[in-house]
Nanobody, 124 residues
Framework: QVQLVESGGGSVQAGGSLRLSCSASRITVNRNCMGWFRQAPGKEREGVAGVEADGTTKYADSVKGRFTISQDNAKNILALQMNSLKPEDTAMYYC??????????????????WGQGTQVTVSS
């Protein structure tokens, strides 16, 4: 059974940085399509960043230039480096794996495995 465990969330002031990690079991991060999503209270879960099996990265417009998704092959970890954080980035962040790399990276419907989430809170 695939297991994804996120860590690295916390509380920071606007302009600060956080690095989220997603430790994967029974799935090889750099051989699968993976993504980071977030969900704020009362809002839909939205795609933040994705990485295809060939290493191509994708970002939501709202985070381009501030967030970087990457894979640590030695540790089998998916990471999300978040810089220049804004209060609107406050949300629960989830790591997910997309079965067979089907569909579009930003649609949660195509992701079959999810972590439990890690909270990110950005204060102004």
């Amino acid at each position: 059974q695939v297991q994804l465990v996120e860590s690295g969330g916390g509380s920071v002031q606007a302009g600060g940085s956080l690095r989220l990690s997603c430790s994967a079991s029974r799935i090889t991060v750099n051989r699968n399509c993976m993504g980071w999503f977030r969900q704020a209270p009362g809002k839909e879960r939205e795609g933040v960043a994705g990485v295809e099996a060939d290493g191509t990265t994708k970002y939501a417009d709202s985070v381009k230039g501030r967030f970087t998704i990457s894979q640590d092959n030695a540790k089998n970890i998916l990471a999300l480096q978040m810089n220049s954080l804004k209060p609107e980035d406050t949300a629960m962040y989830y790591c997910a794996a997309r079965a067979w790399c089907a569909g579009t990276w930003y649609s949660r419907l195509y992701y079959s495995n999810w972590g439990q989430g890690t909270q990110v809170t950005v204060s102004s």
